[in-house]
């Protein structure tokens, strides 16, 4: 996997053990790879139900146009995101 996202072997060991974050479109062309979401990649993937709505097709729209954005404004937003979240799970 290290050989197709184009990065070292250590890097690679790094984002399976959680020491570093590996980028969004690393994860995206990860995911491609194995043919599976990113959701799945991530295991963040919710069991199939009927269609309902809320947040998830918009969810998923913001993080397409993330994964068009200049890396280091991906960066950026991903901090804001983390920041967020933390205060949120406090």
């Known amino acids: ?15 399976e053990g959680g020491v570093a974050r590996i980028p969004v479109d690393s994860l995206r062309k990860a995911a491609h790879t194995l ?10 993937a919710a069991p199939k139900r009927a269609a309902k709505r809320g947040p998830a097709p ?4 913001q993080l397409e146009q993330l994964h068009q954005l200049p890396k ?9 995101l983390d920041s967020v979240l933390a205060q949120v799970a406090r």
């Open 1 to 15: 996997m290290a050989e197709v996202l184009g990065i070292a072997q250590q890097t690679m060991a790094h984002y």
């Open 35 to 44: 043919a599976v979401s990113i959701e799945e990649l991530v295991g963040d």
């Open 58 to 61: 918009r969810i998923q729209r």
């Open 72 to 80: 280091t404004k991906q960066q950026a937003v991903m901090q804001v």
